[in-house]
C-alpha cells in the first residue's frame, strides 16, 4: 500500500472541494514528511520544494494534501491555474481528447485543435494586424523561439533583456534571466549577444518617471550595443520573478516606440502576466501597446503544459520551414485545455473577478502597511500583487524577515510565494476560482504571522 492509498478517502479534485482550511496535522504532515524522505533518496537536490506537503487534490482555492490537510492556494502553482485546479470544462475537454487520441506530432500529422488555438490567440492578443502563432511546451521554450524568430528576421543578433528580469532556465533564457541565485549560478558558460538595460522600479527609482527610465535604458542600450546590431528587446510588461515590479506609466510605450523606429523585434514576456491575471487578457494592454511578438505560458490551459509565440505574420513567417518545431509543442490535450481555458476566460470575465480580487488583496495590504512600515511598498495589478518588506528607517530589502512570515504562513496552511531581486517580496496569486471568504482568511493569516515575526 502506498501513501497515498493510505489516505482513507481521496478526495476529487476541483470547484466541488470544500472551501476551507482545514489543518488536521502539523504542516508537513506524518505522510508528507514520509515522501520528503523518499524525495531526497530520489529527486535531484537541485529540485527544491517551497512547502513540502504533498498534494492529492485541488480545486477553486484549495489544495489537499497527502495528510488530509486543506491549504489555502494564494500562489496558483505559480500562476497557472487561473482558472482554478481541475476546473471541470478543462477536465471534460481533456478527458474527451484522451479517448481520441493523445499524441501524432503536429509537424508530422497535424490536427484541427492546433490551429483553434492559434486562430484564438491571434484574436485575443493586443492589435489588429495580421498574426500568426506558434505552439510550444514551457514558458523558457516560447522565450528560446521568439529570439529565433526575431534574429531570423531581423538578421540581427544582439537581444537585450533588462535588470530584474526572469525570462527562463535553458540556457539561453539564463543568459535573459537576471539573478544569479539560484537559477544561474555555477551553470554557465551563457549565450553570447545577450545585453541588459536597466528597468522602470517606481519604488526604488526615486523620482525617475516612465519616459525618463525608458531614455535611460535607450541610451545605454544605443551606446552599448547599437541599435543596428540589435534584433530583439524582451521584457515582462510587469515583472513576475524579479519583484512584481510595475513600471512607471510611459516606460513600456516609449521602448516600443524606439523599437519602431529601429527596426527592433519588441517582445512582451507575458508568461505570468498573461490570461487574465494582472485583470485584463494581457498586461500590455493595460498601457496600450502591442508588442511585435508576445510569450504566453502558465494559465493558457489550465495546467497542462503549453506556451506559445504569437506574433506580426511577417515576422513569424520568416523562419524556414521546419526551422521552427518540437515533438510536444501544441500536444493535442494541451491544445484541448487550452482551448477550454481560453473559452472560460472570455465567457465567464475572469479578468473582471482578477480585478475584485485585487481591490480586496490591496485593500487589505495597504491596511496592513498603514499600521506595519516594515511593509515599504504594496504593488501590482489584479489578482498580481506584492508586497516588499523592508527596514523601515533604512528602506533595505529584509529578505530574513520574509522567510519568516512565509514559513509561519505554511505551517498555517497559506501556499504563499516570495520573489524578488532582493529575496524580500511577497507575492499574492491565487487561483481566479477562490471565493472571497477564502481570499480573506488567508490574509488573516498573513497579518497574524507578520506582527508576530
Ligand atoms: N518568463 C515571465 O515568469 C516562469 C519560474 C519558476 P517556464 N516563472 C516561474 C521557477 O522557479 O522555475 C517564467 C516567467 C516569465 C518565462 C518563464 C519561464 O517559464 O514554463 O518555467 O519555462
Not at 482551448?339 to 475584485?356: D, I
Not at 506584492?386 to 505551517?411: K, M, N, Q, S, Y
Request: hydrophobic share 45%; with cysteine.
Amino acid at each position: 500500500m502506498t501513501l497515498v492509498d493510505a489516505l482513507s478517502v481521496i478526495p476529487v479534485g476541483g470547484p466541488s472541494l470544500p472551501q476551507e482550511r482545514r489543518l488536521v496535522t502539523a504542516i508537513p504532515g506524518p505522510k508528507s514528511q514520509e515522501l520528503g524522505r523518499r524525495k531526497v533518496e530520489s529527486v535531484s537536490a537541485g529540485v527544491g520544494v517551497t512547502l513540502p506537503a504533498y498534494i492529492v487534490a485541488a480545486g477553486g482555492g484549495v489544495l489537499v494534501d497527502v495528510d488530509g490537510n486543506f491549504l489555502i492556494d494564494l500562489g496558483s502553482g505559480i500562476a497557472v491555474t487561473g482558472i482554478g485546479n481541475s476546473a471541470p470544462e478543462v477536465v471534460a475537454a481533456v478527458a474527451a481528447q484522451l479517448a481520441q487520441f493523445t499524441h501524432t506530432c503536429f509537424t508530422v500529422t497535424p490536427y484541427d485543435s492546433y490551429i483553434e488555438v492559434a486562430e484564438t490567440l491571434n484574436r485575443l492578443t493586443p492589435g489588429d494586424h495580421a498574426k500568426r502563432s506558434a505552439l510550444f511546451n514551457s514558458g523558457a521554450e516560447a522565450v528560446e523561439n521568439a529570439v529565433k524568430i526575431a534574429r531570423h528576421y531581423t538578421g540581427k543578433q544582439a537581444v537585450v533583456a533588462f535588470d530584474h528580469a526572469y525570462h527562463g532556465r535553458t540556457t539561453l533564457t539564463m543568459g535573459l534571466t537576471a539573478k544569479n541565485q539560484p537559477y544561474k549560478n555555477g551553470f554557465g558558460p551563457f549565450a553570447a549577444e545577450i545585453y541588459r538595460a536597466p528597468t522602470s522600479y517606481p519604488y526604488r527609482d526615486a523620482g525617475l518617471d516612465g519616459v525618463g527610465a525608458a531614455r535611460r535604458a535607450i541610451s545605454q542600450i544605443e551606446k552599448q550595443v547599437g541599435a543596428d546590431n540589435l534584433a530583439a528587446l524582451i521584457i515582462e510588461p510587469i515583472q513576475g520573478e524579479g519583484g512584481f515590479i510595475v513600471p512607471a506609466p510611459g516606460f513600456l510605450p516609449t521602448l516600443v516606440d524606439w523599437c519602431r523606429t529601429n527596426e527592433v523585434v519588441f517582445i512582451a514576456d507575458e508568461v505570468q502576466t498573461g490570461f487574465a491575471r494582472t485583470g485584463d487578457l494581457f498586461a500590455s494592454n493595460h498601457e496600450g501597446i502591442v508588442p511585435d511578438l508576445m510569450v504566453m505560458a502558465k494559465g493558457i490551459a489550465g495546467g497542462l503544459p503549453l506556451s506559445a509565440v504569437t506574433g506580426r505574420a511577417e515576422i513569424m513567417d520568416a523562419p524556414q520551414v521546419g526551422g521552427i518545431g518540437g515533438t510536444y509543442g501544441g500536444n493535442p490535450l494541451a491544445c484541448a485545455a487550452a482551448l477550454a481555458t481560453m473559452r472560460s476566460y472570455e465567457t465567464e470575465n475572469l479578468a473582471q473577478r482578477a480585478r475584485e480580487i485585487g481591490a480586496i488583496l490591496t485593500g487589505r495590504l495597504n491596511a496592513i502597511r498603514a499600521v506595519d512600515k516594515r511593509v515599504g511598498d504594496v504593488r501590482g495589478r489584479g489578482a498580481m500583487i506584492a508586497i516588499e518588506l523592508v527596514d523601515p528607517v533604512t528602506g533595505v530589502p529584509d529578505a530574513a524577515l520574509t522567510g519568516r512570515v512565509v514559513a509561519a504562513a505554511h505551517v498555517r496552511g497559506v501556499v504563499l510565494l516570495t520573489c524578488g531581486t532582493y529575496g524580500n517580496v511577497i507575492r499574492f496569486l491565487p487561483p481566479l476560482s477562490i471565493s472571497d471568504d477564502l481570499l480573506v482568511e488567508g490574509l488573516q493569516v498573513l497579518a497574524s504571522v507578520l506582527a508576530a515575526a
